[in-house]
């Protein structure tokens, strides 16, 4: 069997909040609770869910922005959870994993010119001894996301929203990365733009052999690029499957609810639940199911016990008591 | 955070405000040159008499001990002892305390009642005639130093009008003090109704008070116009506006209470800067009050009033800014602590 | 602040930048004002006519003619050419006093900020602790030990005027920090160092700057009135707090210009201050204009 390029085994992170005496915590956010993940070469796993569920923790847990809080995340075989900053650099895991956000204007700095920011990562990293090199790989950069090597001396608020992510993505890429959190790539931009960064994507996917892990709230885009797609509520995924068979084979009530939402909505907008409340708080997670609340097809088992995340079929997994194989 | 876990908090930090200035004072004394000892006898005393002195004023003990009597003392209302004078110190603001009181207070309530009023003027007739003249009043006000500006005042006034008498202090020379009194000039003369001595304390107070309420006058007039200009640009004031509310009654009763706010916020600060200020003008105008004893008692390197100067000005700086927390409180429902 | 108003003021670059300036009438003057008594204080020997300490006493408390411009003091000493040398005195401790402030209130400020936790919380503290006291009591406390004197006046303003510069500097790192380029510099391997001295400061120091334009007004003004209380500049440097100080027992016998002339040139550099300072804030801040 084929083993995954990167796997998480009983990821959990809690925010802390509100501080009390001595600055110990009052509660904790269950932003991420156990999560188990494998993703396999040169695929795009796709993580779906609405703002809020633990999507974004999850992108900044792999790329090591952030600490979790227990379990275990393997890159290529290797435990890089216990990784600290020296050693990430070491072993050039920061070169490996790669990350592109959501809002190119907020990752560019505003004060620094298009060419430092697209030098920066070669530069900290010290990938290369002569200028020379470095001016060659820019170029090269600039060729492979379709951009102008005039825009070496602007600012980053000088360029369009899709230009700027086109500089994210070529930062990303100058480390020669094999795996790239896709964090929203597309949100920030407007519909026309996004679709070609889109198939820029899957287009460098294709040439540099690359794995991504998709981040969005966005079905159409997951079923766009994905191979796989994995859905998120309230920290936890509560369904995984293959792309093609989402529309059609998603079980899960939330799934279900999800690809209605995306079907009837008439206007370009970020699908809202609107015919149900907000989620339950993270803080005061519910007994039993955590989508029960919501649920338009819960029953009574739901609200005492917890389910799991079960097989329905090779490569089709579902948290719910309603589902069962066959 | 409630408001009794805010209060708390508050407190501690006062306390360590005073617990700081007790430090401070108390390692001035430490560290300046010449023996307090010997500072008490007269010069040909013998070693002896002042290794007795050193023994019965506790200076032979460990530094932590001398400091925990120090606060002991202190916290008996026991502010030092002035060689200069040779009274207490207590004994010594008692007698100018109400000298700078008077001073203080009557500035600071001209400065927030004219500045408050001038910032709306200047907020309401935006960009007008009175807006730029009240602007380059401000800007004098906060770049001119207060000393300057009373010593001029002291030539145009007494020198070349004879407006106002001459700059001796409370009185003139010929006038006394009441005896048994509160201290406050304006206030006991009322009382007595002696009608001659509250015109003259009256116009003795006249310029230090108008000199050292300009540069707040002119902080709060700045401020208040800011935040009116800005309150006036919130929905609930065109919405006011467009229901057909009076003008006057929009600005009195419905920007003012917000449009206030950062005065409110600085007025700790302005307290801070109008002790500093009271120092310099009590100087130009021979105020007998507290600042012009602090400079003094530098100059003749007594100790014992620069020490209660500073735990005095830590106490008043500390109940100062509670006050101004619970004035901020009553005026914004919002801020739950 | 919400993603559209940062773009907003991210499209003001430096073109942009200068027409706000020069729009801005005030500032213009006052960075003129700032700009000719730089002139005046490196300059100072070569436009004093007569040294100033030069005493004569032909010429004793002369009021102000073709001879002596601003008159001359008790001494005979020319006025103008004190005046002229107290701009060196101002500005250069002035000048001392804001660098080493600056720097200082930079360093805490961004290193507190962007450590957090208890080690921040503690220096916040401190910071407010120092802040509780004005700074005309810092300066009587360090003159009482230390003696009066321009070195003492240096130390006592820096004690008091660093806290307000690494407050604001604090503030800034802490929302940088939370910035997407400095989490996307972290994904690419940049060590903590390197964020702070690329990312971080190049950003702070703006509105740092605006806040040492301002509170070099301060500086100044605190010099002369700690100087005219007699434990700032001593005698016989020529400093302006201490020349109006000199002059004080002649104002009620109507000599007025040892007190004016001196004055005038405080209020006239602080006000170039602070209307510069009030024009940088527009530039940099636009939330905070007033």
């Known amino acids: 069997m084929v083993k995954p390029i990167l796997s998480t085994c009983k990821l959990k992170k809690l925010f802390p909040v509100g501080r009390g005496v001595w600055n110990k915590p009052k509660a904790y956010v269950n932003a991420l609770d156990k999560v188990d993940l494998d993703i396999m070469g040169c695929t795009t796993f796709g993580l779906l869910g609405e703002s809020g569920c633990g999507k974004t923790t999850l992108a900044q847990l792999i790329t090591r922005l952030q600490e979790p809080t227990s379990g275990t995340i393997w890159y290529k075989g290797h435990d890089i959870t216990k990784m600290k900053g020296r050693d990430l650099r070491e072993n050039r895991i920061y070169s490996q994993i790669q990350i592109v956000f959501q809002n190119p204007a907020e990752v560019l700095s505003p004060r620094r010119t298009i060419d430092f920011l697209l030098k920066e990562p070669l530069k900290i990293n010290k990938v290369y001894e002569k200028e020379i090199e470095i001016e060659q790989k820019i170029e090269e950069l600039l060729d492979k996301v379709n951009l102008r090597p005039e825009l070496l001396t602007r600012f980053p608020h000088q360029l369009s929203g899709g230009q700027q992510q086109r500089i994210c993505i070529a930062r990303a890429l100058s480390l020669n990365p094999d795996f790239i959190v896709l964090d929203e790539p597309t949100s920030a931009l407007d519909v026309s733009v996004q679709a070609k960064i889109l198939n820029l994507l899957v287009e460098l996917q294709q040439k540099e052999r690359l794995t991504y892990l998709l981040v969005t709230h966005d079905i159409r885009v997951a079923e766009y690029i994905c191979t796989d797609i994995a859905v998120m509520y309230l920290g936890e995924i509560v369904e995984i499957l293959k792309a093609e068979e989402f529309r059609q084979n998603a079980k899960h009530p939330y799934s279900k609810l999800l690809i209605e939402s995306a079907n009837t909505e008439c206007e370009e907008k970020d699908f809202d639940l609107k015919v149900l409340d907000d989620p339950p708080s993270p803080i005061n997670l519910p007994k039993g199911c955590r989508f029960q609340a919501r649920c338009p097809v819960s029953i009574p088992i739901c609200s005492t016990i917890h389910p799991e995340l079960k097989k329905i079929s090779d490569g089709t997994k579902c948290r719910c008591h309603r589902v069962t194989d066959n | 955070m409630n408001f009794s876990r805010y209060l708390l908090k508050r407190v501690v930090f006062m306390l360590l405000v005073l617990i700081g200035a007790s430090i401070v004072a108390f390692i001035l004394v430490r560290v300046v040159p010449g023996d307090p000892a010997r500072m008490l006898l007269p010069p040909q005393a013998k070693q002896e008499d002042v290794d007795r002195v050193r023994i019965k004023m506790g200076l032979d003990r460990p530094y932590i001990k001398q400091y925990l009597n120090y606060l002991k003392s202190l916290l008996e209302g026991d502010l030092g002892f002035s060689y200069h004078t040779g009274r207490t110190v207590v004994e010594e603001f008692k007698l100018r305390l109400p000298a700078t009181i008077e001073l203080s207070l009557l500035s600071l309530g001209f400065a927030a009642l004219v500045g408050v009023w001038l910032g709306i003027i200047s907020a309401v007739h935006k960009n007008g005639l009175i807006d730029h003249a009240s602007r380059l009043f401000s800007i004098g006000g906060i770049s001119a130093p207060g000393f300057w500006i009373g010593l001029l005042c002291i030539y145009i006034f007494y020198y070349k009008l004879s407006w106002v008498p001459a700059p001796t202090g409370r009185l003139s020379l010929t006038k006394e003090v009441v005896a048994g009194g509160s201290g406050f000039l304006l206030f006991d003369a009322l009382k007595n109704g002696d009608w001659d001595l509250f015109k003259d304390a009256f116009m003795h107070l006249l310029l230090p008070v108008l000199v050292l309420s300009y540069s707040f006058l002119a902080m709060i007039c700045r401020l208040t116009r800011a935040g009116m200009i800005e309150v006036s640009q919130q929905d609930y004031i065109k919405f006011a506006k467009s229901c057909g509310v009076k003008t006057n009654k929009i600005i009195w009763k419905y920007s003012l209470k917000n449009g206030i706010k950062p005065v409110l916020t600085m007025l700790g600060m302005f307290l801070a800067q109008l002790i500093g200020g009271v120092v310099f003008i009590e100087t130009v105008f021979n105020w007998p009050g507290i600042g012009r004893y602090a400079v003094d008692s530098i100059n003749f390197l007594d100790y014992g009033p620069i020490q209660g100067f500073i735990i005095f000005m830590a106490l008043i700086y500390v109940l100062i800014n509670l006050a101004v927390d619970l004035i901020y409180m009553a005026i914004d429902p919002r801020i739950q602590y | ?290």
């Open chain 3, 1 to 290: 602040m919400t993603r559209d108003t940062r773009i907003q003021i991210d499209k003001s670059k430096q073109s942009h930048r200068k027409k706000i300036f020069l729009s801005n009438k005030l500032s213009v003057v006052g960075a003129t004002i700032v700009f000719v008594f730089i002139l005046i204080a490196i300059l100072g020997p070569l436009l004093a006519p007569i040294p100033p300490d030069e005493i004569n006493y032909h010429s004793i408390l002369n009021s102000p003619s073709r001879a002596h411009y601003f008159g001359t003091d008790r001494y005979g000493r020319d006025l103008f050419s004190r005046v002229i040398y107290g701009a060196r005195t101002s500005l250069s401790i002035g000048f001392i006093v804001v660098i080493f402030s600056t720097l200082l209130g930079l360093a805490i400020g961004t290193v507190s900020g962007y450590l957090g936790g208890n080690i921040d919380n503690f220096i916040m503290r401190f910071v407010d602790l120092l802040m509780a006291f004005p700074s005309v009591i810092v300066a009587m406390v360090l003159a009482t030990i230390m003696g009066g004197g321009i070195k003492t006046l240096i130390i006592a303003m820096l004690v008091s005027s660093w806290t307000g510069t690494a407050r604001i500097a604090r503030g800034e790192t802490l929302s940088l920090k939370q910035s997407g380029y400095v989490t996307a510099t972290r994904g690419i391997g940049g060590k903590w160092s390197y964020i702070l001295f690329y990312h971080i400061l190049p950003n702070v120091l703006p509105p740092v700057l605006v806040s040492s334009t301002l509170s070099f007004g301060n500086v100044i003004l605190n010099t002369a009135g700690l100087s005219f209380i007699g434990i700032g500049v001593q005698p016989p440097i020529s400093e302006w707090g201490l020349i109006i100080s000199e002059g004080r027992q002649y104002i009620v016998s109507g000599q007025w210009w040892l007190v004016f002339f001196p004055g005038l040139a405080i209020m006239l550099t602080v006000m170039g201050l602070n209307l510069l300072g009030d024009g940088l804030r527009d530039i940099f801040d636009p939330r905070q204009r007033r």
